[in-house]
């Protein structure tokens, strides 16, 4: 049930108006290879457990020297900084400011506006099944209950997002689920965690790295796949050309 209250707020929010509008500036935004890192939380609780990949944006941004650029914008219901380049990409990070289950509703509106496809973005977001102070990457893939991971594969349509799971372990004794995500780290927690932030932002820029060679070394002639596109294009541009069949019967 809850999950379908989600949904329908997701397309309530999601209106052809705004698929108007965001098309128009999706044309504006499409220069260089973009991504989109989007730090999956609640609106108003950062700090708490749930919250950890809006912590990590934060990390992130700091070590990109853009903590201070953070700007509210309304046309996709969250906060941003856009970073003109990060290891060879153009970066947009995005902190939704709407509840977890609908995330994906900012997800959809700041991918449509900065032009960013869905395999461009990286969600970064808490994992109860792994411990604090483990963190991996996971490629595409079901939303494992995740509720906001979830939000995002229903309004874009596709699981081809990358996620860096952040380890949050879950709770020890009889403690609710819903208690310990929606609850804030303990002192001693925060001292793993600081190292977690670390760690995470390394793995994110040699993500964005790996990435941005990758789609380079597509495009290079000296890549299988760049030397069947190269070769393509001659072919194409040999029958375009015109023939001369006399100076061909002469030779």
Not at 39 to 46: A, I, S, V
Not at 133 to 139: A, L, N, R
């Amino acid at each position: 049930m809850r999950r379908l209250v989600s949904r329908v707020v997701s397309r309530v929010l999601l209106s052809e108006l705004f698929a108007r509008a965001t098309r128009v500036e999706a044309a504006l935004h499409t220069r260089g290879p973009r991504k989109l890192v989007v730090g999956l939380g609640n609106l108003g609780m950062e700090g708490t457990r749930h919250s950890v990949g809006m912590a990590v944006l934060g990390a992130l941004a700091a070590r990109l020297d853009a903590a201070e650029r953070w700007r509210g914008d309304k046309h996709v219901s969250g906060e941003v900084i856009v970073v003109s380049e990060a290891q060879h990409a153009h970066v947009v990070l995005l902190r939704p400011r709407l509840p977890m289950n609908v995330n994906g509703v900012s997800v959809v509106k700041a991918a449509g506006k900065y032009g960013v496809r869905p395999e461009d973005v990286v969600l970064v977001h808490d994992e109860l099944d792994k411990p604090l102070g483990k963190i991996s990457i996971k490629h595409g893939g079901s939303a494992r209950g995740h509720n906001g991971v979830r939000s995002c594969v229903d309004c874009l349509q596709t699981d081809a997002m990358m996620r860096l799971r952040v380890g949050i372990g879950r709770p020890a004794g009889k403690s609710s689920v819903e208690r310990h995500v929606l609850g804030r780290f303990s002192s001693e927690e925060r001292k793993v965690l600081d190292s977690v932030l670390v760690q995470s932002v390394d793995l994110l820029l040699s993500q964005l790295a790996l990435q941005d060679d990758a789609r380079q070394d597509a495009q290079s002639p000296a890549s299988p796949a760049g030397g069947r596109r190269a070769a393509q294009e001659r072919e194409e541009e040999d029958k375009r050309k015109p023939v001369n069949m006399e100076k061909q019967a002469l030779h």
